[in-house]
């Protein structure tokens, strides 16, 4: 028995009164997940999520005529774009799992390649026809890091938000944390840094969601540690971050 999801995108003309399926996706073998959706000034749709062992994403020309602009093999449905963004000047970029490393194993006689997955960051500057990766992270190597958001405040500055997994300790002692993570570029994606690493309560987990400016230049992270609702800002975008909301 399978039980495949369906790829979706639905759009009103109207202001929300009628709607139709502008794009849709469905293999009865396989899975699909439109994660996340945004537009440029021209008005076309870019619509970032999983399609199968794919990370995938699609274009629809002035909210129309969807096709797949990016699409490369990561291993399933935990993996690929999760997150999308469309920035006026530098580019349209995605972020989600995908491949970070890679490291040849040996067995006997024989020799595997094995994969590491991680965050990663791409980004198009000619409205999807190219990708190229502008940021690999993980934590600790074999652990899960996974963005979530991306978002830029009123001085260009790009935002990518999520979590990660750390590893301390060996053997019988060691222990894993998770940690809320927004990571910084101030040229356009070309590097980035982690400016907030956070952990409210040891271990639970940290689900970091969504990021917003405001138009004072005040940022804004939403998410869940313990199952706590947690908001986190930075007054004016220059300062440290602390949480205004648990």
């Given at each position: 028995?399978?039980?495949?999801?369906?790829?979706?995108?639905?759009?009103?003309?109207?202001?929300?009164?009628?709607?139709?399926t502008?794009d849709?996706?469905?293999?009865?073998?396989?899975?699909?997940?439109?994660?996340?959706?945004?537009?440029?000034?021209?008005?076309?749709?870019?619509?970032?999520?999983i399609?199968?062992?794919?990370?995938?994403?699609?274009?629809?020309?002035?909210?129309?005529?969807?096709?797949?602009v990016?699409?490369f093999?990561?291993?399933?449905?935990?993996?690929?774009?999760?997150?999308?963004?469309?920035?006026?000047?530098?580019?349209i970029?995605a972020?989600?799992?995908?491949?970070?490393?890679t490291?040849?194993v040996?067995?006997?006689?024989?020799?595997?390649?094995?994969?590491?997955?991680?965050?990663?960051?791409?980004?198009?500057?000619?409205?999807?026809?190219?990708?190229?990766?502008?940021?690999?992270?993980?934590?600790?190597?074999?652990?899960?890091t996974?963005?979530?958001g991306?978002?830029?405040?009123?001085?260009?500055?790009?935002?990518?938000v999520?979590?990660?997994?750390?590893?301390?300790?060996t053997?019988?002692?060691?222990?894993?944390?998770?940690?809320?993570?927004?990571?910084?570029?101030?040229?356009?994606?070309?590097?980035?840094?982690?400016?907030d690493d956070?952990?409210?309560?040891?271990?639970?987990n940290?689900?970091?969601?969504?990021?917003?400016?405001?138009?004072?230049?005040?940022?804004?992270v939403?998410?869940?540690?313990?199952?706590?609702w947690?908001?986190?800002?930075?007054?004016?975008?220059?300062?440290?971050?602390?949480?205004?909301?648990?």
């Amino acid at each position: 028995t399978y039980n495949p999801s369906a790829w979706f995108v639905r759009g009103s003309g109207d202001g929300g009164v009628i709607w139709s399926t502008l794009d849709f996706i469905s293999d009865e073998y396989e899975y699909a997940f439109a994660n996340s959706i945004a537009a440029d000034g021209a008005g076309n749709v870019y619509v970032a999520g999983i399609v199968g062992d794919s990370w995938v994403v699609r274009k629809g020309t002035a909210g129309k005529n969807f096709s797949t602009v990016e699409a490369f093999r990561t291993t399933g449905w935990d993996t690929g774009a999760l997150a999308i963004f469309v920035h006026p000047t530098a580019g349209i970029f995605a972020a989600g799992v995908g491949p970070i490393s890679t490291n040849t194993v040996k067995s006997g006689k024989t020799v595997s390649t094995v994969v590491y997955y991680g965050w990663v960051v791409r980004r198009s500057t000619d409205g999807g026809a190219t990708w190229s990766t502008v940021d690999r992270f993980t934590l600790s190597s074999g652990y899960q890091t996974v963005p979530r958001g991306i978002g830029a405040d009123a001085h260009d500055n790009i935002y990518v938000v999520g979590s990660g997994i750390t590893v301390s300790g060996t053997g019988k002692y060691q222990t894993t944390s998770s940690h809320w993570l927004v990571r910084k570029s101030g040229n356009g994606g070309s590097s980035w840094t982690t400016v907030d690493d956070f952990q409210l309560s040891y271990p639970w987990n940290n689900f970091v969601t969504a990021f917003a400016a405001d138009a004072n230049g005040n940022l804004f992270v939403a998410g869940s540690v313990a199952g706590n609702w947690i908001v986190r800002e930075n007054p004016g975008g220059n300062g440290s971050w602390q949480t205004v909301d648990n």
